[in-house]
């Protein structure tokens, strides 16, 4: 355990956020497994309007750092290669 204070805090600190980043990347597998099982039933409108919110989404989380820029353009990219095999 820490005994200085600051390194105290950077605990508490560190703590909040890794909670905050684990609902967040909750969030966001949830919403790319919607846009993956709308894909696998074939209903290409309902894709289209996950994959929408999922990719806003992300975008999102890799403003705040939660994902690197470029995890969330491979993941988007992916998603968007599975809603367009839909054609």
């Not at 005994?3 to 605990?11: L, M, V």
């Not at 956020?17 to 099982?37: E, F, G, Q």
């Not at 994959?51 to 470029?70: I, Q």
């Amino acid at each position: 355990m820490a005994n200085i204070k600051s390194a105290k805090k950077r605990i508490k600190v560190i703590e909040t956020k890794t909670l905050r980043n684990k609902m967040i990347k909750s969030k966001a597998k949830t919403l790319s497994k919607k846009v993956l099982a709308a894909v696998a039933a074939g209903n290409k409108d309902a894709a289209i309007v996950a994959f929408k919110e999922a990719a806003a989404y992300l975008d999102k989380t890799g403003a705040k750092g939660v994902y690197h820029k470029n995890t969330v353009a491979h993941k988007v990219s992916n998603l968007q290669k599975a809603v367009n095999s839909l054609n």
